[in-house]
C-alpha cells in the first residue's frame, strides 16, 4: 500500500461494498515496493513517514532516472529528484510533460495540483554563495506544501540586514538557517526567535573551512538552544526534518 490515501481508499471501497473481504485483503497486502530490477522504488514510504521516496541523481544513468521518475509519477502523481544537473532535468521535462526543473536548486519536480498546505517556514541564507543549498530546502518544502518566505544576504559580516528582516523570521513556524564559512548565522538567529532553527551548513569558504566542516563544528557547538543541524549542503535533509517536525506539531497532514 503506497500512501494513507490509497489506504483510505481501499477502506472506503470496502466498506461501501465494492469490493469484498479479500480484494481489500490483495490490495493491502502488496508489497510496498516496484521491482525495476537496477532498483526497489519504496512505493510504501509515505504512509510509513510522511514523505514519498525522493530520487538521488548522482550515480544513476540517464535510462535509469527515466524510469523512476516515470514510475513515481505512475504511482504518486508526483515526483522529487534532487542534485539533477539543468542538461539532464531538460531530458526529463521534454520526456514527462508537467515536470518542472528548478536550476538553483538542482531540483527537478512533480507536484500534485491542490495539495496539502503546512506551516509557513523561513528560509534564511547567510551569503549569496549559500543560495543553491538554501534554494534546495525551499523547493523541497514547497513540494511537500510548506509555504515558504526567502530571505537572502543577510549574514553576520552585516548583521543589521538580519535585524531589518525579524519579523518575517518571527512570522514563520520553522527557520531553516544556511551559512558557511565560520557557520555563525544560525546562533544569532535562535537567540532573536522563538520557533525551531534548524542549521544547514555549506561548503563555502576558504581553505581553513575545510569544505564546510568549521562551519558544520560551529553549529553544533552553538551557544544558543533550539538548533538541530544537518549534514554539509544538506538543504534536503533541512527541509523534510522541519517537516516532519510540522506533522508532530499538528501542522502537517
Request: hydrophobic content about 45%; charged content about 30%.
Given at each position: 500500500m503506497t500512501n494513507a490515501d490509497e489506504l483510505r481508499g481501499v477502506l472506503a471501497d470496502l466498506a461501501a461494498g465494492r469490493i469484498d473481504v479479500d480484494a481489500a485483503m490483495a490490495r493491502l497486502a502488496e508489497a510496498g515496493f516496484d521491482d525495476l530490477g537496477f532498483a526497489r522504488l519504496d512505493t510504501d514510504r509515505e504512509r510509513r513517514t510522511g514523505i514519498a521516496e525522493v530520487i538521488?541523481?548522482?550515480?544513476?544513468?540517464?535510462?535509469q532516472l527515466e524510469a523512476l521518475?516515470?514510475?513515481?509519477?505512475?504511482?504518486?502523481?508526483?515526483?522529487?529528484?534532487?542534485r539533477l544537473e539543468a542538461d539532464r532535468g531538460a531530458a526529463l521535462v521534454a520526456r514527462f510533460p508537467g515536470l518542472r526543473h528548478h536550476a538553483a536548486a538542482r531540483v527537478l519536480e512533480?507536484?500534485?495540483?491542490?495539495?496539502?498546505?503546512?506551516?509557513p517556514v523561513a528560509v534564511v541564507s547567510a551569503g549569496t554563495s549559500?543560495?543553491?543549498?538554501?534554494?534546495?530546502?525551499?523547493v523541497v518544502l514547497e513540494h511537500l506544501g510548506h509555504p515558504v518566505d526567502r530571505v537572502a544576504d543577510v549574514g553576520v559580516a552585516g548583521?543589521?540586514?538580519?535585524?531589518?528582516?525579524?519579523?518575517?523570521?518571527?512570522?514563520?513556524?520553522?527557520?531553516?538557517?544556511?551559512a558557511g564559512m565560520e557557520g555563525a548565522l544560525p546562533s544569532v538567529v535562535a537567540g532573536l526567535v522563538d520557533r525551531p532553527v534548524v542549521a544547514v551548513p555549506t561548503s563555502v569558504g576558504y581553505g581553513a573551512s575545510f569544505g564546510g566542516v568549521a562551519a558544520l563544528l560551529g553549529m553544533l557547538n552553538s551557544c544558543a538552544a533550539g538548533i538541530g543541524v544537518v549534514n554539509?549542503?544538506?538543504g534536503f535533509g533541512a527541509a523534510t526534518l522541519v517537516h516532519r517536525i510540522a506533522r508532530a506539531d499538528g501542522g502537517g497532514a
Open positions: 538521488f541523481a548522482p550515480g544513476k544513468t540517464d535510462e521518475v516515470g514510475r513515481s509519477l505512475e504511482r504518486h502523481g508526483k515526483v522529487l529528484v534532487t512533480a507536484r500534485p495540483v491542490g495539495g496539502p498546505r503546512h506551516l549559500d543560495l543553491p543549498v538554501a534554494e534546495e530546502a525551499a548583521i543589521h540586514r538580519l535585524f531589518a528582516e525579524l519579523g518575517r523570521l518571527r512570522a514563520a513556524r520553522a527557520v531553516v538557517v544556511v554539509i549542503d544538506n
